[in-house]
């Protein structure tokens, strides 16, 4: 069976070609998945039964089934997905006040780039998703949205898996969110922990894409206990390709720090911060740690990071604290694969 999210449309146009459709069939096919996003190729009411038929029997809309789900008290919802070969994935569609609504999806199936405090990462690596599974994420959610009136507005790769370590397949994605569903450049966040050759790509690219980096630590050697990435990319390296990405491209780089009580919510952590990225064109994510079961260390309090706060502002660094969704169904991806896998066993 052929994932028709697969396709480019020229590739869809030679497929229904092959099997005698007319090539104004492939227009017809496209704007109902796109533009109105039909989830069964019945709900296609212009196209003729044998038309539907064919695609019923040598195609689907999407490889993903929905293997667990969760639904927080603040509106966030929580999936995990199993794919074609059975590997799992997971995916969360997040509310908020002003009604915009954000899809964090994965590029991979596990990660292989260990940091100690991510519940993905204590997991491993199975293997990279195609651009087609990245955007099949987001496309489900767009398309529920679309039934209830709604519209997904913004798409962070901040799911399972290193967004770079898949770089093709998370670009191609990428265009896709923007071509087919029209998803501006700048409602795309793609999240790294900082493999630098990808970030100087990533510049050179010509997107408007935002570019979040996951920074922690701002001593290498602490930075590598947490992040073992950081002995092949350190600090400095590291550094060194946001400074080329902010001249390069003129756009803002937002630093990840999840805050972790006792291990980087000091002030004098929050004052070698700042010298660090002082000068640089970026803000501070600040993100309250979500304990994993792997992980012994928890959020800061919110004293500290008010404290830390006030700190990066003395040296000109604005900083913003996220907000944590989810809380109470364990939202952290990598945590509700962990629980079915346990179930299972």
């Not at 969760?70 to 966030?76: A, F, I, N």
């Amino acid at each position: 069976m052929i994932n028709l999210y697969a396709l480019s449309f020229p590739e869809l146009s030679a497929l229904l070609a092959e099997h005698g459709e007319q090539p104004f069939r492939a227009r017809q096919l496209w704007d109902w998945m796109y533009r109105q996003r039909a989830g069964c190729f019945a709900d296609m009411k212009n196209l003729p039964r044998a038309t539907i038929n064919k695609l019923m029997a040598t195609a689907t809309l999407g490889d993903m089934v929905v293997a667990a789900r969760q639904r927080s008290r603040d509106g966030t919802e929580k999936r995990l997905y199993r794919l074609r070969d059975g590997q799992l994935i997971e995916s969360v569609l997040m509310p908020y006040e002003d009604r915009r609504w954000t899809a964090c999806i994965s590029s991979q199936a596990g990660c292989a780039l260990g940091c100690v405090f991510c519940a993905t990462g204590q997991m491993g690596f199975s293997r990279q998703l195609s651009a087609a599974e990245i955007f099949e994420q987001a496309m489900r959610f767009a398309r529920e949205l679309s039934v209830r009136g709604e519209r997904l507005s913004n798409v962070v790769f901040m799911g399972m898996g290193e967004p770079f370590h898949n770089y093709e397949a998370t670009l191609a994605a990428t265009r896709q969110l923007m071509e087919r569903l029209g998803i501006g450049a700048r409602h795309i966040t793609i999240s790294t922990v900082g493999l630098a050759p990808q970030i100087r790509r990533f510049a050179d690219e010509g997107l408007q894409v935002k570019l979040a980096v996951s920074l922690h630590k701002t001593e290498d050697a602490q930075r590598s206990a947490l992040m073992p990435v950081n002995r092949r990319y350190n600090i400095k390296t590291l550094l060194d390709a946001c400074h080329y990405y902010a001249q390069r491209t003129n756009r803002r780089i937002s630093f990840e720090w999840a805050a972790i009580a006792g291990e980087n919510d000091s002030p004098e952590e929050a004052r070698r911060l700042g010298r660090l990225l002082a000068g640089l064109l970026c803000h501070v994510n600040i993100i309250p740690l979500n304990s994993t079961r792997g992980y012994v260390g928890t959020g800061a309090a919110s004293a500290s990071i008010a404290e830390f706060r006030q700190i990066l502002a003395g040296y000109g660094i604005r900083s913003t604290v996220r907000v944590r969704r989810g809380i109470d169904i364990d939202a952290g991806c990598g945590q509700l694969k962990s629980a079915l896998i346990a179930q299972e066993l």
